[in-house]
């Protein structure tokens, strides 16, 4: 987990991946379910480590950034797995 942001009432948790150039795969290829699976164990953690946040819902997203040569694609992918 990378950033943790909030979005109205909502709490996103957020995973940042980049490649850079194609020969490993797209960026979000790196958000296995096991991944996922060690954000969720994060998530009780992180509220008892910051006991004075609230939230109405919680989200997990992932920014995936690709560079190749000169270019950057930045993609955000709300609400995964």
């Not at 009432?9 to 096991?34: C, M, N, S, W, Y």
């Not at 992932?62 to 995964?80: K, P, R, W």
């Amino acid at each position: 987990m990378d950033i943790v942001a909030r979005d109205g009432d909502t709490i996103v948790f957020i995973e940042v991946k980049t490649r850079t150039g194609q020969t490993t795969g797209h960026p979000l290829d790196a958000v296995t379910p096991r991944k996922l699976a060690r954000i969720r164990q994060l998530v009780p953690a992180w509220f008892h480590a910051h006991r004075e946040q609230t939230a109405r819902a919680i989200r997990i997203d992932c920014i995936a950034v690709t560079m190749i040569a000169d270019h950057v694609a930045i993609e955000h992918v709300e609400a995964l797995g």
